[in-house]
């Protein structure tokens, strides 16, 4: 089946930073890629979808300067967190598209101190 | 404003029974049909897709879809401890570049 990586599976920082999160398909590639956030014992909530070679779509409310979003290539796209603070510590998880299917990658728990 | 509504549960079925899971969506237009299971602190992962009217069995998982109604279900039989997790019900349309994932079931099975 097809496989999406993520790197890393856990961070913490500091307030204030910024932490890169890294989503690669791994035998498949994906001209889209989508990012969710999950809080503790909530429901999926996307937040951007990633197109190679184009910019981000943003869903409402989200802040496209605070989280960066950069498909460069069909295998890769990452997920920039600036200027971290507490409130955005929550799993971050990517999937990609291969076909009409969604295939998500393990996330990335981000706890901001 | 397509939607997917699931009953968020908790359902709570004994071990060796059928769990029944149950989803239904707005668009009549969707095209495509998933159900993923997701365990606590884990990401989703795909367990069944179901493209036209009627059932699909995999193993001890059966989905079942309903296009006039709207109404997409997975059956679980032999349920087991491990099989406790969200079932999370997912519809794509648009030539699957649009898709809206329900809020989830949560599924106990008791030993």
Not at chain 2, 54 to 70: I, P, V
Request: charged share 20%; with cysteine; hydrophobic share 30%.
């Amino acid at each position: 089946g097809a496989v999406v990586s993520q790197h890393p599976s856990r961070v913490i920082c500091k307030s204030g930073t910024s932490v890169k999160i890294e989503c690669r398909s791994l035998d498949f590639q994906a001209t889209t890629m989508f990012w969710y956030r999950q809080f503790p014992k909530q429901s999926l909530m996307l937040m951007a979808t990633s197109n190679e070679g184009s910019k981000a779509t943003y869903e409402q409310g989200v802040e496209k300067d605070k989280f960066l979003i950069n498909h460069a290539s069909l295998t890769l796209s990452t997920l920039t967190v600036t200027s971290a603070h507490p409130e955005d510590s929550s799993f971050y998880i990517c999937s990609a598209r291969g076909g009409d299917t969604q295939y998500f990658g393990p996330g990335t728990r981000l706890t901001v101190l | 404003q397509k939607e997917v509504e699931q009953n968020s549960g908790p359902l709570s079925v004994p071990e060796g029974a059928i769990a029944s899971l149950n989803c239904t969506y707005s668009d009549r237009g969707s095209q495509s049909f998933f159900w993923y299971r997701q365990y606590s602190g884990k990401s989703p992962e795909l367990i069944m897709s179901i493209y036209s009217n009627g059932d699909k069995e995999d193993g001890r998982f059966t989905a079942q879809l309903n296009k006039a109604s709207q109404y997409v279900s997975l059956l679980i039989r032999d349920s087991q401890p491990s099989d406790s997790a969200t079932y999370l019900c997912a519809v794509t349309w648009g030539g699957g570049f649009k898709t809206i994932f329900g809020a989830g079931t949560r599924l106990f099975v008791k030993a």
